[in-house]
């Protein structure tokens, strides 16, 4: 009988691990039951039980080394081998990015990208290549929910990673059964409501082999504990009670991680895995792309509605900065179909093309940024006229004030209330404000982007091309 990944019921009950979480300075009981986590917990568990809804053959793929395979995963998990399996994963993606409507970052199928690219470059990784296949097949047959910690925390920036040991996260001992980690990661997205952590370094170059680590830790560990601080949200913000994330600090107090989840262990692979040897960071632009389509698309959906029910649809203005928001949607879907086309073999696998992933993580966080101080411009008083929340409607206080509620074209305080009410906190409230600055960091400082397209057109030749042009 073939595998399926878990349900629903199965994640909830994993988060029940004796994991340490510390929200807005006091220790959580169970996350997925506490106010701050519970509506995203909720959201994950009904992408897992999408997997086995009827109908979800589009999210899933066969697995395992039997005819057919034995098992199924979300397609993401699988390692590609040719553009139609992009597609595919493309589609799968797009099918969970559907119910979220892009809000969470973390999606489960999200971290494959990391995995993925690894297995199919499992060789690169010498002593610990079986770690690095095995991983994978425990992981999608499972469909991990994790959490990806990268970032040292932002002290001691004069310094290389190598000489703050008393902050950032390295090897302090190595023992028969694994290594043992101490140190913290900062903006470790949804770490209290993901399964595992993905433990790495980004954005620092580590020389010495005791800071070289990455290795998949689970987040109940002994020793492991996450910090994290609320955005207060009211009950009636649609968006926020269902998808809210924290950003946390993880902090690793000689944590003991097996040896058979160690994954790297050397500053020369380390330095090499971060520059992108193996891809991960084109398959997570992939990913990511996907994701932002589905926002962009229900932000659009309600903005157009929002300038109807305004009156201002027909307002020249009004339709160029509508106009250019759907634009930034098709750049951004037109940007993942073509990785999609310039795909290139690569390790076991099939790579996203390169030049369009890179385009697009220069492109997304300053469009997005854009787009939303479009809309707060174009939309202004209809994000100003909120004065109710929409569960008040019908009350003896609020009942003979509904009709200074409604909108224009018939639309009653109810519409009105529930669209404008969504796009507010899509853009307006601490929840949206937080979006931007996801998306805004996203890819990291942006000219640390522009700086690696400049030197991917050197190191290929295009640059001298197309400056020979000049003399023919």
């Known amino acids: 009988m073939a595998t399926r990944p878990q349900t629903g019921g199965d994640y909830l009950a994993s988060l029940d691990d004796g994991r340490v979480v510390v929200h807005d300075g006091e220790r959580v009981a169970r996350v997925a039951e506490h106010p701050a986590f519970a509506g995203t917990a909720s959201t994950i568990a009904s992408l897992y039980d999408a997997l086995h809804e009827k109908g979800s053959d589009a999210l899933l793929a066969p697995i395992g080394e039997a005819p057919g395979g034995d ?3 979300h397609a993401f998990w699988t390692v590609p081998q040719s553009q139609d399996d992009l597609r595919a994963q493309r589609e799968a993606i797009r099918a969970w990015q559907s119910r979220t409507h892009g809000w969470l970052g973390r999606t489960p199928e999200f971290m494959a990208c990391i995995f993925t690219s690894m297995a199919a470059h499992a060789p690169f990784f010498g002593r ?4 690095v296949r095995a991983a994978l097949e425990r992981d999608q047959r499972a469909v991990t929910h994790y959490a990806q910690a990268l970032v040292n925390p932002p002290v001691d920036r004069e310094l290389p990673p190598d000489e703050v040991g008393d902050v950032f996260l390295h090897v302090v001992d190595e023992t028969d059964e694994g290594v043992v980690l101490r140190g913290a990661k900062a903006v470790v997205t949804g770490a209290a409501t993901a399964q595992r952590l993905f433990v790495s370094h980004f954005g620092g170059e580590v020389q010495t082999d005791a800071f070289a680590i990455a290795a998949s830790v689970a987040v109940g560990s002994p020793g492991v504990r996450v910090y994290t601080r609320g955005t207060p949200f009211r009950p009636d913000q649609p968006l926020a009670r269902r998808f809210q994330e924290h950003d946390a600090l993880v902090v690793f107090d000689d944590v003991l991680v097996p040896w058979d989840d160690v ?10 895995f971060n520059r992108g040897a193996v891809g991960w960071n ?3 632009a992939f990913q990511a792309a996907t994701r ?4 962009l698309e229900r932000i659009a959906g309600l903005a157009v509605r929002a300038a109807e029910i305004m009156g201002t649809d027909q307002r020249r203005g009004t339709q160029a900065a509508l106009g250019e928001l759907i634009a930034f949607r098709h750049t951004v879907a037109g940007l993942r179909d073509a990785m999609i086309e310039q795909a290139a073999p690569s390790g076991e696998s099939i790579l996203p093309g390169v030049d369009a992933a890179m385009a697009f993580s220069a492109l997304a966080p300053d469009a997005y940024s854009r787009m939303r101080v479009s809309l707060e411009t174009t939309l202004s008083s209809a ?7 929409l569960d008040a409607l019908g009350s003896p206080e609020v009942a003979p004030i509904e009709p200074l509620l409604r909108g224009s074209g018939g639309t009653d305080a109810r519409e009105r209330l529930e669209v404008v009410g969504e796009l507010w906190d899509a853009i307006g409230t601490g929840f949206g404000a937080r979006h931007e600055l996801y998306e805004r960091s996203y ?4 000219e640390r982007t522009h700086v690696g397209i400049l030197g991917l057109a050197r190191a290929d030749g295009r640059v001298a091309r197309w400056q020979a042009r000049r003399h023919s």
């Open 71 to 73: 098992g199924v995963t």
């Open 128 to 131: 610990f290549e079986g770690n």
């Open 263 to 272: 994954l790297i262990r050397d500053a020369e692979t380390m330095l090499a």
């Open 282 to 284: 084109v398959r997570l």
């Open 292 to 295: 932002l389509e589905a926002k």
């Open 383 to 389: 994000l100003a006229h909120l004065p109710v929340p």
């Open 443 to 446: 890819w990291g400082q942006p």
